[in-house]
């Protein structure tokens, strides 16, 4: 019982911090004391899971803001069209061009990222890189890492 306890305390734990909540409030949540909460985050396969929440969180919130976008350009191009104030079609016209920037903008940022990774990959692997980042063959040793 007390196993169930603690890894529901996590769980909460976990949670509080990958919302946003500060320690003190995390920790009440979860109702685990402040020490225990810093002797968990120094911890680093607690906060990767902290960080991987969290990550898993803003993926969401990006997918729903990208199902929500078709439908917010068709009322931004609807009120384009059809405004009879031109300040609302010339809003409407700015958030257009403004998001459409930004998203093409991010676009082509993701694209170059992704060719500078392969391009990255093949120059490490072709330079005969183990999957560790270090020379294939070479050995990690205190007394070869100490002329470095």
Do not use: W
């Amino acid at each position: 019982m007390a196993q169930g306890r603690k890894k529901k305390a996590e769980a909460a734990l976990v949670l509080a911090l990958a919302c946003g909540a500060s320690q003190e409030s995390a920790a009440q949540k979860a109702g685990v004391s402040l020490r225990t909460l810093y002797r968990r985050l120094a911890e680093p396969a607690f906060a990767a899971q902290v960080q991987q929440a969290r990550a898993e969180m803003v993926r969401r919130t990006a997918g729903l803001f990208t199902a929500a976008g078709i439908g917010s350009l068709k009322t931004f191009t609807s009120l384009q069209e059809s405004a009879t104030s031109e300040a609302v079609r010339l809003g409407a016209a700015r958030a257009i061009i403004e998001l459409g920037c930004k998203l093409r903008e991010n676009l082509e940022l993701a694209d170059r990222l992704a060719a500078l990774e392969t391009r990255l990959e093949s120059v490490l692997s072709g330079a005969g890189f183990a999957a560790h980042g270090h020379p294939a063959g070479s050995v990690d040793t205190p007394a070869a890492d100490a002329g470095n």
